[in-house]
């Protein structure tokens, strides 16, 4: 490279090239230099002008195209035909001689004036080239000016990115919710899926008033691993004294064994629903290969409170008797399940991140008892306090609420412990009032009267000359309190309870007819409270009756019916002769809030004269000197009702010894409750067994409920009317 002249560059005088300092701040210019600026540079435009020459011309109007000398070179440059000239210049790419007028001066000055500027001449087009041959080269093809390209339209772009945007996002989740809610296939094929159970918890039973009777509480499950187990001896020894367990009993449960594919069993239960107090203890001791685990335990806050009616349910929460085996699958719920993804190496441990579904446990609805506990509480103990007085060994008291069918209180004698039900014996867990099959005895001639009344076969104050006995086929049929054939009333008839005039009113009345109103009045068919086992009792067709039956189906003999049948026959006559089907449980609450109710289920059985006219005539059985039911008698309230003497029934055969019975209504002229008492004695009459028994029950009752005593005394009966 050539070193750079320090001297300042010079243009030679004429150069196209203007200086940059053309001048200086007086305005004069440096000898032997042309005058120009920056201003004054020549354009580098096909027609060689400078920008102020350029704007006078755009300023100059022109008569014709051929005007400008410089418009051929540049329709040249643009790819256009120059106007007139020959045609052989024309494509010899040389620029025709312009037309005379239009020929430019020779010379032209720059800014005007004197001392201008001369501007020299634009070179002209160089021919063209010629080839060696001599003939002109081919001109090159004009190019046509291209379009200007298409502008996108940016709003358009926008929409097409985010539409796709939105596809991309949406595959993916689509994707994730099937690889997380769906089943991962990969944890079934590795074999690290694992799946536990989730215990639903059992719905708990309440009274009436919303009283726990039966709740489930939290409990542990202890349980073992016979082949971590090194010393069973010693393990059984620490155990038993906390579990309450013999020795033998866990070394049992303890006691090495094998899975149906022949695997080392490592499982077993010890004990189940111990409290957390007995597990945590159990935990400090650190026995090889026992484990703690959580559990429920079903727990009876009454012990034998309604324990009969109650059940129990086994260790594993299922319900075994009573209300706890009949409504299982309400109480029980539905179990769930979580299934996830678990580590390998004997990690059970959940995979973070891994397949994990879990389906939740529904628990278990809530029953609600018509029960009231405080009532039940206190008849179980007026049931129990009286059997060893009258030696009872079996018992029933049933207390109905009048109108709706709500058993208020159904105690059974003899009860056991709910809480601690494997010890007590399988006898004493039933409930007396559903499978105490009884013949029901003289409580039934309230119904052959019933019936009598509606179907007009009677009036209420007809009378009759009752014999002292009366023979139907075989048998001969007497009275306790005998008549002597005097003129005796309907209601003297109750009172002391004739067997002959009771036959003889149902003679008027007919079997078929009698054999109607049982059925009408509930006998025949289970009640259907809920209690599992309950008897339906049976009745004696008209057609398979015998001679003797005229005498002893009207009596309440050859009639088999359960102690709660007969309280819900009472209970129509106290109800203006409606039927209201006995109810056990008042409603049904899920887990979620909802409610079932049972409805009634009713239906009309005598009409409400009758039934008022029939009550009056039990009345007489408290009130008339010398009556069977006098010691039914409540202070201050009138009482109806009706004793009864018949026995007990096992497998259709007769057992030794007598059941004594008393049901009855009070307040008399407008009954609230129906009190049923049955007590199996070796010999006694419900005067003298179930009479008492019953009077401090309704005193409990009607004190509890705050029912107003009787305001009128009660009416005025004639045995023997004149």
Not at 195 to 204: C, E, M, S, Y
Not at 699 to 709: G, M
Request: charged share 25%.
């Amino acid at each position: 490279m050539a070193p750079r002249s320090d001297e300042p560059r010079r243009d030679p005088p004429g150069s196209r090239r203007g200086s940059g300092r053309g001048g200086n701040r007086t305005g004069q210019q440096p000898s032997g230099e042309p005058g120009r600026g920056i201003s004054d540079a020549r354009a580098y435009t096909p027609r060689g002008r400078s920008l102020r020459e350029a704007a006078e011309q755009r300023r100059t109007p022109r008569t014709s195209r051929s005007g400008d000398p410089f418009r051929p070179a540049l329709q040249v440059v643009e790819g256009g035909r120059a106007e007139g000239g020959s045609d052989t210049a024309r494509r010899a790419g040389r620029r025709p001689a312009p037309a005379e007028g239009d020929r430019p001066p020779a010379q032209r000055t720059r800014g005007g004036g004197r001392g201008a500027e001369p501007v020299p001449r634009r070179r002209e087009t160089p021919p063209a080239r010629q080839r060696r041959d001599g003939r002109t080269a081919p001109r090159r093809p004009s190019r046509k000016p291209r379009r200007p390209p298409r502008l996108a339209d940016p709003a358009r772009r926008l929409r097409l990115a985010g539409l796709l945007t939105l596809v991309v996002f949406a595959t993916i989740g689509i994707r994730l919710v099937a690889l997380q809610v769906g089943e991962s296939p990969y944890a079934e094929l590795t074999g690290r899926q694992r799946t536990v159970q989730l215990a639903a918890p059992r719905g708990a039973i309440y009274d009436r008033d919303a009283v726990v009777l039966a709740q489930s509480v939290e409990a542990r499950a202890i349980s073992a691993d016979p082949t971590e187990i090194t010393d069973p001896q010693a393990t059984a020894t620490a155990l038993s004294p906390l579990l309450g367990i013999a020795r033998t009993t866990l070394l049992e449960r303890m006691a090495p064994g094998t899975t149906e594919l022949g695997t080392p069993l490592r499982f077993r239960y010890v004990a189940r629903g111990v409290s957390v107090d007995t597990a945590r203890k159990i935990e400090q001791l650190k026995l090889e290969g026992i484990y703690s685990g959580r559990d429920e335990r079903r727990e009876v806050p009454g012990g034998d409170l309604a324990a009969n009616l109650l059940g129990f349910t086994g260790r594993d929460m299922v319900g075994l008797e009573g209300l706890e085996a009949r409504y299982d699958e309400v109480l029980r719920g539905r179990p769930g399940s979580w299934t996830y993804e678990a580590g390998n190496s004997g990690l059970d441990a959940p995979i973070p991140g891994g397949y994990s579904h879990r389906d939740e446990a529904e628990p278990g609805s809530n029953l609600y008892l018509t029960i009231d506990a405080d009532l039940q509480f206190q008849v179980q103990k007026l049931l129990s306090e009286s059997m060893p007085r009258v030696a009872g060994a079996t018992a029933s008291a049933v207390v109905l609420e009048v109108g709706t069918g709500e058993i208020l209180a159904q105690a059974s004698h003899p009860t056991y412990d709910a809480a601690n039900w494997e010890s007590s014996d399988p006898a004493d867990r039933s409930d007396a009032a559903t499978s105490f099959i009884v013949d029901p005895g003289s409580v039934h001639k309230a119904i052959t009267f019933g019936a009598a009344l509606e179907e007009g076969a009677v009036e209420p104050d007809t009378v009759l000359a009752v014999p002292n006995a009366i023979r139907k086929g075989d048998t001969t049929f007497a009275d306790t309190y005998p008549a002597n054939g005097r003129r005796m009333s309907l209601d003297g008839m109750l009172a002391h309870s004739s067997n002959v005039g009771t036959i003889m009113v149902a003679d008027r009345l007919g079997p078929a007819k009698l054999h109607d109103y049982q059925r009408r009045f509930g006998l025949g068919e289970a009640t259907g409270v809920g209690l599992p086992g309950e008897a339906s009792g049976a009745l004696l067709a008209p057609e398979n009756w015998s001679d003797s039956s005229y005498g002893s189906v009207p009596i309440g003999h050859s009639v088999d019916a359960t102690p709660l049948q007969m309280a819900a026959a009472y209970a129509a006559i106290a109800n203006d002769g409606v039927y209201v089907r006995p109810r056990l449980i008042k409603k049904i609450v899920g887990a979620d809030g909802t409610e079932q109710h049972v409805e009634l289920d009713s239906r009309r059985v005598l009409g409400t004269e009758n039934a008022a006219a029939l009550r009056r005539m039990l009345e007489a059985v408290t009130t008339v000197p010398d009556a069977t039911g006098g010691r039914a008698a409540v202070k201050g309230y009138r009482v109806a009702g009706k004793t009864g003497t018949g026995w007990r029934l096992v497998n259709g055969k007769k057992v030794a010894g007598d059941v004594a019975s008393f049901i009855g209504m009070a307040p008399a002229e407008n009954p609230r409750y129906v009190i049923a008492v049955f007590v199996h004695t070796p010999s006694g009459g419900g005067g003298d067994v179930s009479a008492p028994i019953f009077s401090d029950m309704m005193a409990f009752t009607l004190a509890h409920y705050r029912v107003p005593p009787s305001s009128a005394a009660p009416p005025k009966f004639e045995v023997f009317p004149r």
